[in-house]
C-alpha cells in the first residue's frame, strides 16, 4: 500500500523557498508531524542549516546535505516536547530531477518521508516524496495538499 505524505500549501511554499535562497546549493530540512496507519501528516517544516563539509571527498553543498547530529537532536527535543516527531527530511536537487540519488539512499532511513524539490536554475519546479522499502530501494509517496 502506497505511503501518503499530507502537507499543507504553506508546507510547499516554505520548502520550495528556503530551495531558492539556498541554490545553488542543496537546501534541508526536517517535517515534523505525526504517523497513522493511512500515512504521515506534516504540522511543522524546520529548515535546517545544511552542514555538509566540502572538504569531503571533492563533494560540495552544490551536491550534497547533511543536517548536524545535533542540530537534529534539538529539533527531535523540540518536537517531543509539542507531542510531534520527526516523520521526514526535505532537500533541493539543483539542475537535477526530483528523484533520490544513490547518495540519498546510502543516508536513508526507512521510518522517513524524503521530499526532494528539484531547482532549475534557481526557480523551484517539480516536488517529489519518496521512502524506502523493506529491500532498500526508494518508493514514490503520494503527496495529498491541502488548503
Known sequence: MPVILRLNAQHIMSIRAHAERTYPEECCGLLLGKSDPTGKTVMEVKATKNGWNDDQNDLTKMRRYEIA?????AV???AR???LEIIGIYHSH????AIPSECDRAAAWSQYSYAIVS???GTSADLQSWSLDDRQVFQPESLLITP
Open 69 to 73: 547530529p545535533a542540530e537534529m537532536l
Open 76 to 78: 527531535m527535543q523540540e
Open 81 to 83: 516536547s509539542h507531542n
Open 94 to 97: 539543483p539542475n537535477h530531477p
Open 119 to 121: 531547482v532549475l536554475n
